[in-house]
């Protein structure tokens, strides 16, 4: 089993004085924007299993140190709780119970509607693209690994999003030539999607651990410079997860390896666990991350430096002042592009997934530090928040502050952003073939309700279980058809006969560029059926719709 890096890479020097925050003038990017330049990265591990999810791996998978017994205070790898009010399947553990009284229970990241919920957040936050973490698929993570890039491709398809394999080389005595097998054999398919990310027309690939100077690292420069070479030679833009002194060839990088890290396409230092307060996030910037991007600039090299929540275990967060700091001090850098550590770390407490608010929500008597460790609440949501405003600010969206403009709460605390249609019951005035109303509830982005052809109008109505409160609909056909245009109105009601008009007929255009996505917004009503119906279309003679979803707003 991989273990966490902070495990394996626990300090680092710093010279923790504070300085005064001074503008500098952006660096040239080596490359214009693409995927990964100009965007917001979030590592994503997606190595959450339990038992009963069907994984191959089998048991508490990331959750436990004993992997085949369920997470307990004593057997745990846990150090930040998340919130789980937005995952459809639960799976409960030997933690005592939240301090709410409820059971303490886990994701896991296996299940399909995890993954979806994870790309939904992604989508709706503003963050570009995910990294899909790939340790040592030789052992028995590796099937589980594989299904996990399938299970991603398919979320990052439905959401727009992009996403590119990551690999993690720690621990993997035989890289050299099975990183390669690995690449050829299962993972160079999923650069065929359109979900797969691209930098200078190239897929994008990440080599994670080159340098590291300690005995999981243990490569040799010329193995490590064949590697990459490699990856060029198949056409890659390869992104280099480097040592955070990896120009200086001290501290926790290995000396001699300069030419290494010189033939990446995009250098991503890593800086997780380095320092926990605004004066060493400042001291970086002075000191490491400014000569970094000089360095990168002179060799034609973009530049992703890391950007971080910071470790919730051990109260760095500073109810968001730490993270926005770090966002700050790298954009007013120019860095070329951010990359989050991490979406859903959280074994190592720096993840910005939902997480749980206050005491109420972690097992009871542990000291599991929630959102609201300093005493400042802040919603569950409040760090993928800042995530958005990041992405605005690296884009020129909103202007360069050193103030973040994200309140820990909007108001009150946000609902969770949950598709209320997902699983729920179905019909339909007509299907055709194996083209049932389930398939537009299914999370599967590859499956879809057609209507009996050449017979306008026909309707797909999904019961959202109860009477509650709608504000938007999101339309989905597979990614990968071609552009088409239809005739769609939406319609609710509350006992399933008599409906109400929620957004009149009119031509809604989907299109590849845009995922095949259609999103309606309409005033906030109250409804438990939500009928689509059609009236034309222009790519086939029927109504089709792969998914509908349902949100409250």
Excluded at 62 to 79: G, L, Y
Aim: glycine residues 10%; neutral net charge.
């Amino acid at each position: 089993m991989a273990v966490s890096r902070r495990t394996l890479l626990s300090s680092a020097a710093l010279a923790p004085a504070a300085v005064v925050l001074t503008g500098a003038a952006p660096a040239a990017a080596a490359s214009p924007p693409g995927d990964v330049v100009g965007k917001v990265t979030v590592g994503y591990q997606g190595w959450f299993a339990c038992p009963g999810d069907g994984a191959p791996i089998g048991g508490w998978w990331h959750w436990s140190r004993d992997r085949f017994q369920p997470p307990s205070p004593a057997n745990t790898t846990i150090v930040s709780w998340p919130d789980v009010r937005d995952y459809a399947h639960t799976y409960p553990t030997a933690y005592p119970n939240l301090g709410n009284g409820q059971p303490a229970a886990l994701f896991s990241s296996y299940d399909q509607q995890t993954v979806d919920v994870h790309f939904d957040w992604m989508r709706t936050y503003g963050i570009d693209t995910a990294a899909l973490q790939r340790f040592n698929p030789v052992g028995d993570e590796g099937p589980t690994r594989d299904a996990m890039a399938q299970k991603v491709r398919g979320a990052a398809e439905r959401t727009g999003r992009k996403f590119y394999i990551m690999y993690d080389v720690s621990g993997w005595t035989s890289m050299q030539s099975q990183i390669k097998s690995d690449w050829t054999g299962k993972m160079a398919a999923h650069a065929a999607s359109s979900a797969y990310a691209r930098q200078n027309g190239k897929p994008v690939v990440c080599v994670w651990g080159f340098g590291f100077n300690d005995t999981n690292h243990d490569f040799t420069p010329a193995a490590c410079l064949d590697v990459i070479n490699w990856f060029k030679a198949q056409g890659c833009y390869v992104i280099g997860g480097v040592p955070t002194y990896w120009r200086e060839g001290r501290n926790d990088s290995r000396a001699g390896f300069l030419d290494v890290y010189h033939a990446f396409h995009m250098i991503s230092p890593w800086m997780v666990g380095r320092t926990g307060d605004l004066a060493g996030l400042d001291w970086f910037h002075d000191n490491v991350n400014t000569p970094d991007q000089a360095d990168c600039a002179a060799h034609g090299i973009d530049y992703q430096p890391c950007v971080l929540p910071g470790d919730l275990s051990a109260g760095h967060r500073r109810h968001g002042d730490f993270y926005w700091r770090s966002v700050y001090n790298m954009v007013r850098l120019g860095a070329q592009g951010l990359y989050v550590s991490m979406f859903d770390e959280f074994n190592e407490g720096n993840q910005i997934a939902k997480t749980a608010e206050t005491a109420a929500s972690v097992p009871a008597g542990t000291g599991i530090r929630a959102l609201d460790e300093d005493g400042t609440f802040c919603s569950a949501d409040y760090y993928l928040r800042i995530t958005a405003d990041a992405g605005k600010m690296l884009k020129g969206q909103i202007p360069l502050t050193s103030v973040r403009p994200t309140p820990p709460v909007t108001g009150s605390t946000p609902p969770p952003v949950t598709d209320l249609a997902r699983g729920r019951g179905t019909s339909t005035s007509g299907y055709t073939q194996i083209y049932g109303p389930g398939n537009a509830v299914d999370g599967n982005a590859g499956t879809y309700w057609e209507s009996v052809n050449n017979a306008f109008p026909q309707w797909i109505q999904v019961d959202l279980g109860a009477a509650v409160t709608i504000g938007r609909v999101v339309l989905t056909l597979p990614p990968s058809w071609g552009a088409r245009t239809q005739t769609l109105a939406l319609s609710g009601s509350t006992d399933g006969s008599t409906f109400s008009t929620l957004s009149a007929a009119a031509g809604r255009t989907f299109d590849p560029a845009s995922a095949n996505t259609v999103t309606v917004t309409f005033a906030p009503t109250t409804s438990r059926f939500l009928r689509v119906t059609a009236t034309a279309n222009t790519g086939w003679p029927a109504g089709q719709v792969a998914g509908l979803e349902v949100y409250a707003s």
